[in-house]
């Protein structure tokens, strides 16, 4: 995938281009539109796409000097990997709130532009979605699980869930994890389990203790 | 009461009176019926309420859009509008000429924009920054 990113702007042009929008929030999805020239949003601060190719030449402190709020979520493919690490996001870290990254798993896609991030997000991992992998559990610092169970505590499959998470803190590699808090839902606080679920809880906290991660509890349904 | 103060003061009041920002739904589907209800009691309450109904608006259809753009055009409502949600779909194809003129003749002061856009010919983002600001 070709984008094609604005040549640097000089001041006098950036002048010329600046915006008296009151644009504070801008929401973009779909792929139907065309940045042909470079832009200056100056007031705005929060901004989500779906569509990294054309967003893309926009994602610098020069064009959104105000942003303070992105949303990744079209982070999903390698080519969208490829296009923001091409790009001046990088920049814009130190000015962003800790960013909404609901698909934790794209961590292995974007090695370099989205660490210095890393350190200030809050990751999301939904169980009902597959691919769960142990690699990016490193990575994070906070965690937060979603639907360890499905419906029914005593359901089988909901118990592999919790096994496939206690063998993943298991393979976790003390020296590089910076994984420190696991966030589960506030139902998990006093769990209603069988006797074969409360052994896989057990060695669960067992896990949770030899890797030193806490877990909190929050109502994920509020 | 309302009908003794003067319209200065009716202005700043109104928006007080409609819920704002709680979380719970889309402002404008918090504020239309308060307004609409407004815009009932008197013609001059209805100067002032009919206007702020377009502070927070949904367009789903390339017909409202276009009878929105001309509703503002007739009543100079350009400065009106906070917070607009634009969808398309496949039956309901926006124009990216008649978004375009939207956008610079009714987004006066816009603060939120949200836009869903699949289809059609490319909208030109160049315009966001020809909105003026108020």
Known sequence: MNVLFFAPISARQLKKNSSFTDL???HLQGSRYLLPRPILLNTLRTLQFSDTSIIAPLLDPVYLPSLESLSLFAVETQDD???LSASRAIHLVPQLYPPEFDNVTAIDLTPTILRPIFARTLFYYDFNTPSFSSSWMQVPVELRIDNLYGNSASDTSDFRRLRRLTSALNALNADMCNLRILILDVTMEEPCLTDEGWRYWDAFEDALLNTGIRIVYEDQWA | MLN?????????IMPHEIPDDDGCAPSAERRAPTLRALSLVSPRLKLIAQPLLFKGISIKSPQQLEGIVNLMARHGW???MREVTIADCEQHEFGSELLERFLREAGQGLQVLEISRSHGRLLNLAVLQELPST
């Open chain 1, 81 to 83: 990997a490829d296009i």
């Open chain 1, 24 to 26: 504070d929030t801008l």
């Open chain 2, 4 to 12: 003794s103060l003067p319209d200065e003061l009716l202005h700043d």
């Open chain 2, 78 to 80: 350009n400065s009106t």
